[in-house]
Every structure is written in C-alpha cells, then in structure tokens.
C-alpha cells in the first residue's frame, strides 16, 4: 500500500520556485533511513532569488550502495501554492501533484520497494530550480560524478518520451518616440514596431519535424511603461521558442540576425526556408528599432527508449538535457503535461502506482541486460 498520508503531507509543503528548501528539509527527515545515505548541496546560484527566510535551495541524492541507476526529478513547482485535496474516486489536486511531487513520491515508492526486494546500486536525486532554468541540474555537474542511468520525472502520462522538443529564450526590446497619440504622424509607436515583428515572425515556414512536429513560439513578459495618450517609445518582451531538430539552428540564425541595419532575413514572404541566406534589400523600420539578447535554452533530446514500453516524443522542456554525466536518459512520469502548472492541476493515484510498477520494471530491466 502506498502512503498517501506522506504524499498528503508533501503537497502541503509549499516548494514553489525559490521556497524548495522546506521541501528538501522535509524530505530529509522522512525519507533518510538506515539503509541509504543522504548527500546534501547548496544550490548557491538560486541565492540571492529566494524570499527572506526560505534557505537557500538543495539538490539532495539519496543512495542504495554506488548507484547505477539514479531516479532524479525536482523539488520546486510554479506559483502560486495550491493546497492539496483528496477525491473519494482517487484523484488529488493541488500544486505539484503531477509537476513534479507526483513524482518525488512515486520514486520513493519504488526505491523502498527495490530496497525490500534486496536490491542496492540505485539512488534518487531531487534538483532545486528546474521551473526557473534548471539550476540545480546545472550545480549537480560540479557537485557530485553522474552515474550510467537516469531516469528523469516529468508527467508523460506513463510512456517513456522518444524526444523532446528544445528551447529557446530571447528578450526583445523596441524602441519608439513618444508623442501625443492625437498627433501619431510626429512619433513613432513602440507597440506598432513590436506588431509588425510579431507578423512578421507568422510569415516564417519553420520545417515539419517528422518526430518532433511543429515548431512554435509564445510572447511573455510584455512590458510597455506609456500612458494610454502618449505613444510607447519603448516595448520588451520575451520570444519562446519551443524548436525541433529541424528548426533549432534555424531559429538562432534569425533572431541572431533579425535586428540591425545589414538584415539577413526577408519577412512578410510566403516561402521564407531558412534563417541565414535570405537577404532582404531593404530594412523594415522595426528592425531598425529593434534589439535582441540571447537568454539560453536547450536544444532538442533523444531519450533512450527500453523494449516492451510505450513511448512519444513530448513538447516539453526538463532537467534532463543538464544531466551531462548521465550517459543513457530515460523521461518516464505519472500524470499528464496538460494540467501541469494549471489552478486544477491534478493527478490520479492510480496513475502514481502504475508509475511505481514502471520504475521498478525500468531498473530490474536496466540490470538484467546491462553489466
């Protein structure tokens, strides 16, 4: 029987991004016992986000002997904290139940039960900061040797992902003249630039990826400081792109140079291919008024992929790709990426024990075929 009271009591612990070192003292307490040994490390890239009072945030591993096998997911969850409720027909709600808490607890579950089977050489590792850029996956490289197996968390309703879609981050300012907006002709909009970019970034024909599908891109972070009479004479934003292995390289290429007065690009054509030969004769007056700053990202992953389970590619970033030191990667989890981060953002017991059976599958399998 799983214990749901300890799941409970894990949900209740607000782990939003930058609070996850009550989680991580939490989970100390509960989970270290005499069979395995606890390692603990300061993320101290997260300190200087953390609210007054949090701690700074931990990466914690867990060990079985020399792990082999490292099951490893993350500690924070996105804003804002929602309290867990338990349904009669099994279904939990609440923040983390299945991004990434579902998770913790399914993996628990499993290394007590490859513990009490006999079995040793497995670990479980919980990484501060996946939500906010995938600190502690990044600080685990230069705190603690990798092992040959990992197997990375992340609600995949169950499957094993083939692939996964990368990332990539830029912050874009547009800069205008402000003027009486009765008088439009003597300024220059910054949301108007800031528009016309947008349609621009429509007209491009990203590839179809025959694993990875489409490649798409979201506006966040939306800043434009004028009052409604006087023209914006400056505009930020940031540019999401979630790329494929057909159109990473293609998407640095634009926004490398997208911006200037020599563009590479030609926009508001039908049949724009790629991001580096396209030249245009003339400069748009947005791209005159344009600046772009690079803000990282991951490329596109491939995941091993074990005999006997099902598997899809996913559109979803994770810790995975940090994980230098891991040679082979599995993404496996309870829960569905859909409901992730949303006010009902819920899991199904059911689907946590299912979880359980697949990672204990997923390591007697790795030992049993691997020296």
Known sequence: MMD???????????????????????????????????????????????????????????????????????????????????????KVRGRGTCDAKGQIFAMWEACKALADRGYDGFGLLLLAGEETGSYGAKAFREQHPGAEWVIVGEPTDNCMASAAKGTKSFEVTFTGKAFHSGYPQFGVSAVELFNDFVNALRSIRFPLDETLGETTWNIGRLSSDNPQNILSDKLTCRVYFRTTFESDEMVCNIMKNIAGKDPKLRFGRPRVQDGSDVVAKDVAPWQKAMSVQPFGGDSPSSFDVLEGFDAKPVAFGSDAPQLTDFPHKILCGPGSILVAHRDDEHILLKDIETAVDNYINIFETIRSTTK
């Open 4 to 90: 749901t009271l300890l799941f409970k009591e894990m949900l209740s612990v607000d782990s939003t991004s930058g609070r996850e070192r009550a989680l991580a003292d939490f989970l100390v307490d509960r989970f270290q016992t005499d069979g395995n040994k606890v390692e603990r490390f300061d993320v101290v890239s997260m300190a200087g986000d953390v609210p007054e009072g949090s701690g700074i945030p931990q990466n914690l591993l867990f060990s079985w002997g020399k792990p082999k096998v490292v099951f490893c997911t993350h500690l924070d969850t996105v804003p804002p904290f929602i309290a867990p409720e338990f349904d009669d027909d099994g």
